[in-house]
């Protein structure tokens, strides 16, 4: 009996995870408009995106992990944050899926004038010789035929489209991209960010 239950839950919880997936390719698949913006909470949007990749992080044994710094919403376009944050963790994948420990942590942060999402990787960082190099279009540092180069410059123009920025943050001891944008899009001026960056490296 105890057997047949454990079997029944792994079952249902196979048929949850499915359902999920189901349910995050609609809604990123649907025909709204792509530039509509709408609210979402911070959880609801990572969860979106994480099930995408989930499965095949566990296949690789990358730590998958997220962390909300009690959920708020945000003003986006959700398919195109979604593509955003897909960019990012497939770039911490690709580099640290061979190496021992390795974890991706995907963190959102609520700031007074600005809502922050970072995500961080076990690599020990980005080389300074092609630190300026990353977000231009068609750079890239993974072999011939595994990418396009194009992941970054086309994540920066959403943010920026999102009156926001996104950078490398040169200071962390790991890997760390940050976005920044505002809660509301009906605010007028792109948020200013040079007080809260310090000496992380802007990519403007």
């Known amino acids: 009996a105890d057997k047949l239950l454990d079997i029944t839950t792994k079952i249902k919880n196979v048929i949850e995870k499915i359902s999920k997936i189901i349910t995050s390719l609609r809604t990123f698949a649907s025909e709204k408009d792509l530039t509509e913006f709408e609210k979402i909470s911070v959880t609801k949007l990572i969860e979106e995106t994480t099930i995408f990749c989930m499965n095949r992080f566990q296949n690789q044994k990358v730590d998958l992990r ?4 009690n959920d708020f919403q945000i003003e986006c376009q959700v398919k195109q944050m979604i593509q955003v944050l897909l960019n990012l963790l497939n770039n911490s994948f690709y580099a640290i899926q061979n190496s ?19 995500v961080t990787d076990s690599g020990s960082g980005i080389a300074k010789e092609i630190q300026e190099k990353i977000m231009q279009p068609f750079f890239t540092t993974k072999d011939i035929g595994e990418g396009t180069g194009l992941g970054l410059s086309t994540s920066q123009g959403i943010v920026h489209n999102h009156q926001g920025r996104l950078f490398y943050d040169s200071v962390s001891k790991n890997t760390k991209f940050v976005i920044q944008i505002p809660y509301d899009q009906s605010q007028t001026q792109v948020i200013d960010l040079s007080t809260h960056r310090k000496a992380n490296q802007s990519i403007a």
């Open 66 to 69: 997220s962390i909300v710094d």
């Open 100 to 118: 021992s420990n390795a974890w991706i942590e995907i963190k959102a942060l609520k700031h007074t004038d600005f809502a922050e999402i970072t």
